[in-house]
């Protein structure tokens, strides 16, 4: 897993290669430092030689300001690598979901994709960054610490030798009932995000349905939850930490007992002893290091694996096999024999054989849930069909770029949504070198040039996020004009004027009538009054064609229809 996420830092690898060398540099000094204090003590001042004092005292000094310098160094060139690491993970992921087809993003909800790209690629990019430090560091200081230990005194090394295994076990006893513990944290605070970001995501439906203390309940409990299972994982550590310190004491009485019935007997030196106490310092400290870069790496096990799954996940709808040069050469649309599931569930397509013309304009109409929307997302390769053929200007659509595809193929989705912006910047997604008469023209056409002009700040006024500041049936408008803006080949509106009056709504069809000749519309709708004058209507049921035809012929010809109609003809006399 780790192999995947290597290539990352492909750019940081110098730094990732110094840092070490600069941490080598530096515990070779910093171990060299008590043996020369144990000079200074034993050669200065029992033998009172003052030369000894200044020469070995000169040499520490400098093998300290190495050190440090080294340190500096280490830690800077760590934190560049780590953070660029973990910078590009993040473009790298980020990226990748945005070649993600809409079947791709079905699988992971948007709030662990978040999770994702913060959470865990911090969590990664820390443990790299420590790693990087630590992981030469602590097994290089422990071995060279018990080696000047062992030069200076091999008997008394002895004691290093019977409590050192004994840590290295109670560590992995630790790290082992720590992992499970953290992990169980982790999940928890994956429930925690996502539930956090549905309730901010759905703010306004909590508050009018007045679900704030259900809510807050619900938030209580993730929050418990969470925060038992940290205190859990936590607490191992409160023990551990003071548990290090307990052995490391009982570590320096055992060599202070020891080691002063071999001064006694002349065995061994004053200031070998204070140097043998350093030692021991340096030792454990290295081995609490191993711990943390153990338990550490343990931990950010979840994230990469969380992240891998990211990485893995193949979009399944790409360029491969497309021809960069072919351009949609008109707006006719043919489905041939199309059978169409989600995931793994049952078609929800099934069999449909329609031939649009270029130019022509279709209207789809059927019960929610007959799959007019699947049908149609179909066209612009949102999704792709699992069998059968879908051909778009004589071609079949795979043959053509996504770019290309999708340049004439212009969708407004049923659940559109608007940017954080000006108007302008946003009916720009339709075609960044739009004039600003274009944009006035496509407006007008969408019947939102009258209310946009309303607006103090006109085509600037800027919008709030989703595009909360215009009504739902203004945002309508906007996103059909910014589809416009596209120039399509292929307009589809699927049910994109919902929550636009009636009146608007005609004034809208007539205005498409005369934008493009040319231009093949498909128009998704519950109204029969927003399709009757369509050339031609397709009536779909549970995912089947029922019937196709003009619509005074499907009043004669199909039930489905029929029923339609009188039932929208009672509901508007009784208006
Ligand atoms: N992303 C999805 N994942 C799984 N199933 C889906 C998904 N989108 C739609 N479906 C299912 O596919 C079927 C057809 O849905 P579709 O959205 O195409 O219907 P529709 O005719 O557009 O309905 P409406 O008039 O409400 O927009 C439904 O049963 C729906 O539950
Ligand atoms: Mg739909």
Redesign the pocket.
Same mark, same amino acid.
Not at 368 to 373: D, N, Q
């Given at each position: 897993m780790i192999k995947k996420l290597l290539p990352y830092s492909k750019k940081y690898i110098p730094y990732a290669i110094l840092s070490p060398l600069f941490i080598v540099c530096e515990v070779m000094m910093e171990v060299r430092i008590p043996f020369t204090m144990a000079k200074i003590v034993d050669y200065g001042i029992m033998r009172q030689d003052i030369s000894a004092i200044y020469s070995n005292g000169l040499v520490m000094v400098v093998m300290a300001l190495i050190s440090l310098v080294c340190g500096a160094l280490a830690a800077r060139f760590a934190a560049v690598a780590g953070i660029g690491f973990g910078s590009e993970v993040r473009k790298g992921v980020f990226g990748k979901i945005q070649d993600f087809s809409?079947s791709n993003t &079905?699988k992971f909800s948007t709030a662990s994709l978040i999770t994702r790209l913060t959470t865990d690629i911090n969590m990664v990019q820390n443990t790299f960054m420590m790693s990087l430090r630590m992981f030469i560091r602590a097994p290089l200081m422990l071995v060279s610490a018990v080696t000047y230990a062992t030069r200076i005194n091999s008997k008394l090394a002895a004691v290093f030798f019977a409590v050192v295994p004994l840590m290295a076990v109670v560590m992995a006893l630790f790290g082992g009932i720590a992992f499970p513990r953290f992990k169980v944290m982790f999940e928890k605070y994956d429930k925690f995000n996502s539930s956090v970001q549905e309730n901010l995501i759905a703010i306004r439906v909590v508050k009018a349905y007045v679900r704030s203390k259900f809510e807050k309940e619900k938030f209580k409990d993730s929050n418990d939850d969470l925060k038992k299972a940290s205190v859990n994982a936590e607490k191992l550590m409160t023990v551990a930490s003071p548990f290090m310190m307990f052995m490391m004491y009982s570590c320096i009485v055992a060599v202070l007992w020891f080691g002063s019935r071999l001064i006694l007997g002349d065995q061994m030196k004053v200031g070998e002893l204070a140097s043998f106490i350093s030692y021991i310092t340096q030792i454990l400290m290295s081995l609490m290091m191993l711990s943390v870069v153990f338990v550490m790496s343990v931990i950010s096990r979840a994230s990469i694996t969380r992240l891998c799954e990211i990485i893995d996940e193949v979009p399944d709808i790409s360029d491969k096999g497309a021809d960069p040069s072919l351009e949609v050469a008109d707006g006719s649309v043919e489905f041939k024999n199309i059978y169409f599931k989600? $995931?793994d569930?049952k078609y929800?397509l099934e069999n449909i054989n329609l031939s649009i013309s270029s130019g022509e304009t279709i209207g789809i109409i $059927? $019960? %929610?849930? +007959? +799959?007019? %929307?699947?049908?149609v997302q179909l066209i612009p390769r949102l999704y792709d069909a699992d069998e059968g053929e879908v051909i778009v200007g004589g071609r079949h659509v795979k043959d053509y770029t996504l770019e290309n595809l999708r340049q004439s193929v212009s969708m407004t989705l049923?659940k559109n949504l608007l940017f954080s912006g000006t108007i302008e910047q946003n009916l720009r997604w339709g075609d960044e070198n739009a004039s600003l008469d274009e944009l006035r023209k496509v407006s007008e056409i969408a019947q939102a040039d009258n209310f946009v002009s309303e607006f103090t700040h006109g085509y600037a006024t800027e919008l709030g996020q989703g595009g909360v500041n215009v009504s739902g049936g203004q945002k309508q408008r906007l996103c059909i004009a910014r589809a416009l803006l596209k120039k399509p080949k292929i307009l589809i509106l699927? &049910?994109s004027t919902s929550a636009v009056d009636t009146h608007t709504d005609s004034k809208i069809r007539e205005g498409l009538k005369k934008f493009r000749s040319g231009m093949t519309t498909i128009i998704?709708a519950?109204r029969i009054h927003s399709i009757e004058s369509a050339d031609r209507i397709v009536v779909?049921d549970n $995912?089947k064609i029922d019937s196709i035809g003009t619509h005074s012929e499907l009043l004669k010809t199909s039930e489905i229809y029929k029923e339609v109609y009188v039932s929208q003809l009672e509901g508007s006399d009784e208006d």
């Open positions: 809409f &079905d989600y $995931g569930g929800i $059927g $019960g %929610t849930g +007959s +799959s007019k %929307t699947s049908l049923q699927d &049910d998704i519950q779909l $995912g």
